[in-house]
């Protein structure tokens, strides 16, 4: 009998609800629409959750209330980052809101413009200077905070249509009030000013989501579904408001109003956008609010999921990681820090798993090899799989693909098959994939093992070998720093290299948790990555004087056979338009058709040679485009695509033919010009700045740049010049973009 009792305990239990108690504010009744819909329409229940809504009236509460009490749940803006930055045990779960609807507003007509508060003694509600987005646009005005006359009390509804003054408002609640009552006001939005930030964010505590990770996903996604629900039966929603949430007293108007203009800061995705949240992080540090060292990634919810004995074996082992420091670009010493590629990559894994790790370096990659296979070592970051490495090893699923490329000396023509290097002494890090590859696959070319990448290029340079292979990324980098003036990429092999992690066998219960933070890796970031460390594709190929001595041996041939030149001069239209092809890569923008941002590099140091030689000027525009990620988040990155495609062919009609214009990457462009003074720069900035803003574009109708300009100075290198003309363009977007800076 008692074990009855216990059984049917046990299955009660088991059937009980998970309780959740979710934080409201007390006012913005449809900002919570989506919450209130996910417990009306059943989509808790269906989760197996008992929400609870309570309000609060003090935000400066609200994190501690969530840390003290089990199963809280709470809504806040971005000043959740700050709490975190400061070590509050947090853990942002979603944003609700992609951007912030805070703003100033001044019903006081006098005030033309931020500084106007400060010169004629506004007073301004002292609770908007708690907000950092108002901050952050006040500061980037040089308001001085300090001068500015505050009331300390929080205004009401009463005082904002009837005491002239600044204000800090919600666009999409308290504007109906102004609208409805014809007041006359002026707006100042802090995303029009650069800071982009977020506006409610769901969280919990660091404690709840460890313990519960289960039920904090079920909790998400109901409530995501809620959030669909609300904003594709408005009018239903607002009627379940009135009914059961208004504690406010709202009236059908207002919720109408608030849920139309809450459609354009809704989030799509209900993720956080990392380069967001890093900008974020930023702007605290900047105003001295944040340590720059504290990982903000740390308290992002992550998607993946794992089984209980994942959970337990990451609890359990601190993965001791080996690679090899002579490996750029994917992994290297830089300042001391290991970093590269795959280190970045490794980082997301890592944050998303919550895993713990200690990486040692070691100079050979054999020496490596023998490591795992000897379970001195646990895993490692950038490798492929191999019918020998997978005798003591597991892979995971790729993480990137490269190409793997053939590196020679100039006066080497393009190079279209791998058969060429037939007999000839080609250089390759020894124990590397692509030694294994050449060979299984090409046993007759001569295999000169090096030490690594570099030793195998040193070896190209001095003459020593004919050619080296390795991964595109690899031989660039290296090729690029080391200035190997003297050699070039020459063509491609048939083989591509997925990149992939190498787990020592008897670990390989981390395969499926690695594989699955592999796949929730978005293209945003992989983008960033690629952006960051891959700013070459190809070095150029001429065969120019291959191609004219098979021309020829053509034409001598052609004396004896006219079907063998035939044939010849096939060949030869085939080689040159494949020569052409890889020379297009290396110098070519593929989107836009201007120069790739290794051509600029290379225009760059050539102009400052001349420019040191024969002491003539040069000076440089450096551009981008002013919120463009809104561009690709409201029209898709096709219609961002075509925007720089126009963007492009506009500028190019403004230049001179001894101008250089090429894209620095994403929405950055630069302007390399020759013999041109820097007020002759400026007054170009000025007019391209002009043309972009009076410019219909097919799709997206209008478009603003900012921009730096900057002349050579005589002790200038690339690096000093990238460097204080990307300042100047920082500044330009401070001030309030749309403007040029000099």
């Not at 205004?155 to 609640?173: A, H």
Request: aromatic share 12%; charged share 25%; glycine share 4%.
């Amino acid at each position: 009998m008692k074990k009855i009792i216990i059984f049917l305990l046990l299955a009660l239990l088991s059937f009980a609800s998970d309780t959740i108690n979710l934080q409201l504010k007390w006012k913005n009744s449809f900002q919570f629409a989506g919450f209130y819909m996910a417990k009306e329409k059943n989509y808790y229940k269906k989760e197996n959750l008992d929400v609870n809504f309570f309000e609060f009236r003090n935000k400066l509460d609200v994190v501690d209330e969530v840390l003290k009490k089990k199963n809280y749940y709470s809504i806040l803006d971005s000043s959740l980052f700050y709490w975190a930055l400061k070590d509050k045990k947090i853990e942002l779960l979603m944003p609700i809101f992609d951007h912030s609807p805070l703003c100033l507003v001044s019903t006081d007509m006098s005030v033309k413009t931020l500084k106007d508060i400060e010169k004629k003694n506004i007073t301004i509600d002292g609770y908007s200077l708690t907000s950092l987005p108002i901050v952050a646009m006040l500061k980037s005005q040089y308001v001085n905070l300090n001068k500015l006359k505050t009331n300390v009390t929080m205004y009401s509804i009463k005082n904002l249509l009837t005491k002239k003054g600044v204000y800090g408002i919600y666009e999409t609640d308290e504007r109906y009030y102004l609208d409805k009552e014809k007041i006359n006001y002026k707006i100042f939005k802090p995303r029009e000013y650069g800071f982009d930030f977020y506006g409610d964010i769901l969280f919990t505590s660091q404690n709840e989501f460890k313990n519960y990770p289960q039920k904090v996903k079920r909790f998400m996604d109901a409530s995501k579904k809620g959030w669909n629900y609300a904003f594709n039966h408005i009018d239903e929603t607002i009627k379940v408001i009135l009914k059961k949430y208004n504690t406010q007293g709202f009236t059908y108007a207002k919720l109408k109003y608030e849920a139309n203009k809450m459609k354009k800061f809704m989030s799509q995705k209900f993720e956080f956008n990392n380069d967001k949240i890093n900008n974020i992080k930023n702007i605290y540090v900047l105003l001295g609010m944040a340590n720059a060292k504290v990982d903000i990634h740390s308290f992002i919810y992550s998607p993946c999921e794992l089984t209980c004995a994942e959970k337990k074996f990451i609890k359990s082992h601190i993965l001791k990681c080996i690679l090899t420091t002579s490996w750029a670009s994917f992994n290297t010493l830089r300042d001391g820090k290991l970093t590269g590629i795959t280190v970045d990559y490794w980082n997301i894994i890592k944050k998303r798993l919550n895993l713990r790790s200690q990486c040692k370096t070691i100079d050979s990659w054999s020496d490596l090899l023998q490591k795992i296979k000897n379970k001195k070592a646990d895993i490692t970051l950038a490798t492929t799989n191999t019918p020998d490495r997978e005798k003591y090893a597991v892979f995971s699923k790729p993480y990137a693909a490269y190409p793997i490329v053939i590196a020679t000396k100039n006066n080497i023509g393009f190079i279209s098959n791998i058969k060429y290097l037939k007999g000839r002494k080609i250089a390759v890090g020894k124990n590397y994939t692509v030694e294994e590859l050449l060979k299984k696959n090409y046993p007759s070319i001569q295999i000169v093992e090096a030490k690594n990448i570099n030793e195998a290029l040193n070896m190209v340079s001095d003459g020593k070998v004919f050619a080296a292979l390795d991964i595109l990324p690899v031989i660039a980098y290296h090729i690029n720093k080391n200035n190997f003036t003297n050699l070039k990429i020459a063509g491609k092999t048939p083989w591509n290299f997925n990149v992939k992690f190498m787990i020592r066998k008897d670990y390989k219960i981390l395969l499926p948790a690695i594989n699955n933070a592999i796949d929730s890796i978005n293209e945003d970031e992989k983008m960033a990555i690629n952006n960051k460390w891959i700013s070459v594709l190809y070095q150029s190929g001429h065969s120019t004087k291959e191609i004219v001595n098979i021309i020829l041996i053509a034409l001598v041939i052609l004396l004896i056979i006219l079907g063998w030149v035939i044939n010849l001069k096939k060949e030869i239209r085939k080689r040159k338009k494949l020569e052409l092809e890889l020379e297009r890569l290396a110098t070519v923008d593929i989107l836009t058709s201007i120069n790739n941002r290794y051509k600029m590099d290379l225009t760059l140091y050539e102009q400052i040679e001349i420019s040191k030689r024969y002491k003539r000027p040069i000076s440089l525009i450096y551009f981008d485009i002013d919120f463009f990620k809104l561009v690709n988040d409201t029209y898709g990155h096709k219609i961002g695509d075509l925007a720089l495609i126009e963007l492009s062919n506009l500028v190019l009609d403004s230049l001179r033919k001894s101008d250089v214009f090429g894209r620095w990457g994403g929405e950055e462009f630069l302007i390399i010009l020759p013999e041109t003074m820097l007020s002759e720069a400026v007054t170009l900035a000025q007019k391209l700045k002009t043309t972009i803003e009076n410019h219909n574009f097919d799709t997206i109708k209008k478009l603003t740049c900012s921009f730096g300009v900057i002349s050579y100075e005589g002790n200038d290198s690339v690096e000093t010049l990238m460097n204080r003309v990307d300042k100047k363009l920082y500044k330009a977007k401070q001030n309030g973009r749309n403007r040029v800076e000099f």
